[in-house]
């Protein structure tokens, strides 16, 4: 599942499936075990995951959270356990160090990190493909795919 089908809602907590629009909004199954389905109103702030990003200091401002996502697979995917959202401020802000070196650590917030990492847990729980997606590069090459038929609807529509 790409990230660009996950969604994080205000106001609720855990991340979500986005399975299809409504007239009124969009349907969206929780990503737990109990796989609930909601309708999400327009009114409602919902944040799709391939749109999320982590504020850093250097010149691109932000890394996109799917190569954070990467980076933790990467480096903690056998000690998932490691992974702790209870533990010390400290520590959190490390773990996050750890991972985006450059991060601002003026916008970046400590609950931000207590969200990132169970928002990670979620994903290796319930849609570990996501992950084998993002290490395979898949999701790279499915957005290359989409921009091109894009851009081929575009230029049949100016001709």
Do not use: C
Not at 39 to 50: D, N
Not at 89 to 113: G, N, R
Not at 149 to 159: G, N, P, Q, V
């Amino acid at each position: 599942m790409d990230l660009k089908k996950i969604a994080a809602i205000s106001g609720k907590p855990g991340l979500f499936k986005v399975v299809k629009p409504t007239r009124s909004g969009v349907i969206v199954e929780s990503l737990d075990k109990k796989k609930r389905k909601v309708v999400v109103g327009a009114t409602s702030r919902m944040s799709v995951l391939k749109e999320v990003s982590i504020y850093t200091t250097d010149q691109e401002g932000s890394v996109p959270l799917a190569n954070v996502i990467l980076k933790i697979y990467q480096d903690f995917n056998e000690d998932i356990q490691k992974l702790n959202s209870k533990a010390s401020s400290a520590d959190l802000m490390a773990f996050l160090k750890s991972i985006v070196p450059d991060y601002d650590e003026e916008k970046v917030y400590v609950s931000d990190v207590k969200k990132l990492i169970s928002w990670y847990k979620l994903i290796v729980e319930n849609t570990p493909e996501t992950l084998e997606e993002l290490a395979n590069g898949t999701h790279e090459e499915e957005e290359k795919e989409a921009k091109a038929d894009e851009k081929e609807e575009t230029e049949k529509k100016e001709s």
